[in-house]
């Protein structure tokens, strides 16, 4: 079944660790076995065999850096300690999409509606050969740091960005994570251009308080790309019922992280990986649909590589692959082929129709 995740941090691991992912995950394990990378990031969990093999036809790529304070450790290499250098950072991840689809004719970079449909047919095609299938790039910026004012929005756009999370930790944009606070002036101003473009707002990492402001004053489409209901993950991190409703009613949709930490209370990094199933992660898809009531407002956004891997994923995952294991899963709750389908593409294919110019 076609897989649309809505979170992984490619260009991240690509200019931090050298990653290579034209290389499948066990090659990339291979020439990493000998490194320190797996210390600093886990096993990787992806590859472009995988994706294929996973029918992943479009992911959500990310642009993503941390503030120097909350820089994930000393061989963080994208950390910023200004807005500047979040520019040079986030622009260098941009322009490594831009020269993936140079070096890979079977990816794409997704930034009007017509690309979207190219890539969607070599999966629906049933004339298709393996070779012909496309993997498309939606860039997302995790954080807007990288953007020095909010008019300068225009010009990201122009370089193929669709869409903006308006923090990570915090940022002068919004309160975040790790930094609870509003939406600020400028935050406001930058979801004003946004909206002029028709971008798509990403919710998730923002503090409470910013949540709902978001929810409440951004006209244009919003998501959650990568965040799990508060029931599994239960700090400002996750979203309370509260928050999943209202980004229900805005027709928003919430993507479930597979990551352990993510899906069992006082889970660790370091402790087996066996202690979570991978049946968790079908329950926290199955709960924003019993909140929300249907299955239109729920997919998968796996965070992939992003600060964790093989080691703290639930048991069951190997690569990206392995998500095509939720299907039986959530057919043994209830779910039909058709539900699933939403679940696992059409829901996000619907909000990227909303955000993408013809």
Same mark, same amino acid.
């Given at each position: 079944?076609?897989?649309?995740?809505?979170?992984?941090?490619?260009?991240?691991?690509?200019?931090?660790?050298?990653?290579?992912?034209?290389?499948?995950?066990?090659?990339?394990?291979?020439?990493?076995?000998?490194?320190?990378?797996?210390?600093?990031?886990?096993?990787?969990?992806?590859?472009?065999?995988?994706?294929?093999?996973?029918?992943?036809? $479009?992911?959500?790529?990310?642009?993503?850096?941390?503030?120097?304070?909350?820089?994930?450790?000393?061989?963080?290499?994208?950390?910023?300690?200004?807005?500047?250098?979040?520019?040079?950072?986030?622009?260098?991840?941009?322009?490594?999409?831009?020269?993936?689809?140079?070096?890979?004719?079977?990816?794409?970079?997704?930034?009007?509606?017509?690309?979207?449909?190219?890539? *969607?047919?070599?999966?629906?095609?049933?004339?298709?050969?393996?070779?012909?299938?496309?993997?498309?790039?939606?860039?997302?910026?995790?954080?807007?740091?990288?953007?020095?004012?909010?008019?300068?929005?225009?010009?990201?756009?122009?370089?193929?960005?669709?869409?903006?999370?308006?923090?990570?930790?915090?940022?002068?944009?919004?309160?975040?994570?790790?930094?609870?606070?509003? $939406?600020?002036?400028?935050?406001?101003?930058?979801?004003?251009?946004? *909206?002029?473009?028709?971008?798509?707002?990403?919710?998730?990492?923002?503090?409470?308080?910013?949540?709902?402001?978001?929810?409440?004053?951004?006209?244009?489409?919003?998501?959650?790309?990568?965040?799990?209901?508060?029931?599994?993950?239960?700090?400002?991190?996750?979203?309370?019922?509260?928050?999943?409703?209202? *980004?229900?009613?805005?027709?928003?949709?919430?993507?479930?992280?597979?990551?352990?930490?993510?899906?069992?209370?006082?889970?660790?990094?370091?402790?087996?990986?066996?202690?979570?199933? *991978?049946?968790?992660?079908?329950?926290?898809?199955?709960?924003?649909?019993?909140?929300?009531?249907?299955?239109?407002?729920?997919?998968?956004?796996?965070?992939?590589?992003?600060?964790?891997?093989?080691?703290?994923?639930?048991?069951? $995952?190997?690569?990206?692959?392995? $998500?095509?294991?939720?299907?039986?899963?959530?057919?043994?709750?209830?779910?039909?082929?058709?539900?699933?389908?939403?679940?696992?593409?059409?829901?996000?294919?619907?909000?990227?129709?909303?955000?993408?110019?013809?």
């Amino acid at each position: 079944m076609l897989l649309v995740d809505a979170h992984e941090d490619i260009a991240w691991n690509i200019l931090t660790f050298n990653r290579d992912y034209r290389w499948s995950a066990a090659e990339i394990r291979q020439r990493e076995a000998n490194s320190e990378t797996p210390s600093h990031n886990g096993n990787t969990l992806l590859g472009k065999e995988n994706w294929l093999q996973g029918q992943v036809g $479009i992911i959500f790529a990310t642009l993503f850096a941390a503030p120097v304070k909350f820089a994930l450790g000393g061989w963080d290499t994208q950390a910023y300690n200004d807005t500047k250098e979040a520019h040079q950072h986030l622009s260098a991840q941009l322009d490594v999409y831009h020269k993936l689809v140079d070096q890979d004719s079977q990816f794409r970079l997704i930034d009007v509606e017509s690309t979207l449909n190219t890539v *969607l047919h070599t999966w629906t095609d049933p004339q298709a050969d393996a070779e012909d299938r496309l993997i498309g790039l939606v860039a997302l910026m995790e954080g807007a740091d990288a953007i020095r004012a909010p008019e300068e929005v225009y010009e990201w756009y122009e370089r193929g960005l669709r869409i903006i999370g308006l923090a990570w930790s915090g940022s002068r944009y919004a309160g975040g994570t790790q930094q609870p606070g509003p $939406i600020t002036s400028e935050g406001f101003e930058l979801m004003e251009s946004m *909206l002029d473009l028709g971008m798509l707002l990403d919710l998730s990492h923002l503090s409470e308080e910013a949540y709902f402001q978001a929810v409440e004053r951004y006209e244009g489409q919003i998501i959650a790309s990568h965040s799990n209901p508060r029931r599994f993950l239960p700090t400002v991190r996750g979203l309370s019922d509260e928050m999943i409703q209202l *980004l229900a009613e805005r027709d928003g949709v919430v993507g479930i992280v597979p990551y352990n930490r993510f899906l069992k209370p006082g889970w660790q990094n370091g402790d087996p990986r066996e202690q979570v199933a *991978l049946d968790e992660v079908a329950a926290a898809i199955d709960h924003v649909c019993q909140i929300t009531g249907n299955a239109y407002h729920v997919g998968i956004g796996t965070d992939f590589d992003g600060g964790f891997g093989l080691e703290s994923v639930p048991d069951g $995952i190997v690569t990206i692959s392995d $998500i095509q294991k939720l299907i039986p899963l959530l057919k043994e709750r209830g779910y039909d082929d058709s539900q699933i389908a939403d679940i696992f593409a059409n829901n996000w294919i619907r909000m990227l129709r909303t955000g993408l110019p013809d």
